[in-house]
């Protein structure tokens, strides 16, 4: 019979303990988000990579984007939920979102490099993935220096793009042939 009263007052001190924990950790401000710091890894995006103003300009709209997460509880904050609002921006290709205790969120972003720009109509100039896919445009001052892709069919169809992208992919990395040194590519 002592055996439970002994089992009894372990539990309920256990029990008692445990729920004070929690509601000081509840009340707390231990656990709120103070940053969210964006990471960019741009060597993960292969042969090309996005030049700096396309990475400050990208690192700036998502911090801005993510502040709504700041003061939150971390375990409040649905990982898969921040994960897709990152990946909604055009110019990410791949995002990990990963929480770190005890108030931290980290987002490691892989940037989409653009490797030509295509004459989009009345003078707008609209940046090509390395996949291929047109992205919207950043603002005028962060397009990168790369060749622009001139002629209608390149706008229209994804093909005339691929082959153009595997031109780029066969230059050299560096000489006077290299992609750097090409200013247009007309069709």
């Known amino acids: ?15 008692v303990i445990a729920g004070a924990v929690f509601a000081v950790t509840r009340q707390s401000n231990i656990f709120r988000v103070r940053e969210i710091p964006v990471v960019i ?9 996005a030049d700096n103003a396309t990475i400050t300009d990208l690192k700036a709209r998502l911090e801005q984007k993510l502040k709504i997460f700041k003061k939150q509880k971390i375990w409040e904050i649905k990982i898969r939920d921040l994960n897709a609002l990152v990946l909604q921006d055009q110019w990410v290709q791949n995002a990990r979102v990963a929480r770190v205790f005890p108030n931290k969120v980290v987002v490691e972003v892989i940037p989409r490099a653009a490797v030509f720009l295509v004459a989009a109509g009345k003078g707008k100039l609209a940046p090509v993935a390395a996949d291929g896919e047109v992205v919207s445009a950043l603002n005028p001052a962060a397009l990168p220096d790369v060749p622009v892709l001139k ?37």
């Open 41 to 49: 890894n741009n060597e993960a995006t292969g042969t090309f990579k």
């Open 151 to 187: 002629g209608d069919q390149f706008l229209k169809d994804e093909g005339i793009r691929q082959k153009a992208l595997e031109f780029a992919r066969q230059l050299p990395s560096e000489g006077q042939l290299s992609l750097n040194n090409i200013s247009e590519v007309t069709w």
């Open 1 to 15: 019979m002592i055996w439970l009263k002994r089992l009894f007052l372990i539990l309920s001190g256990t029990i």
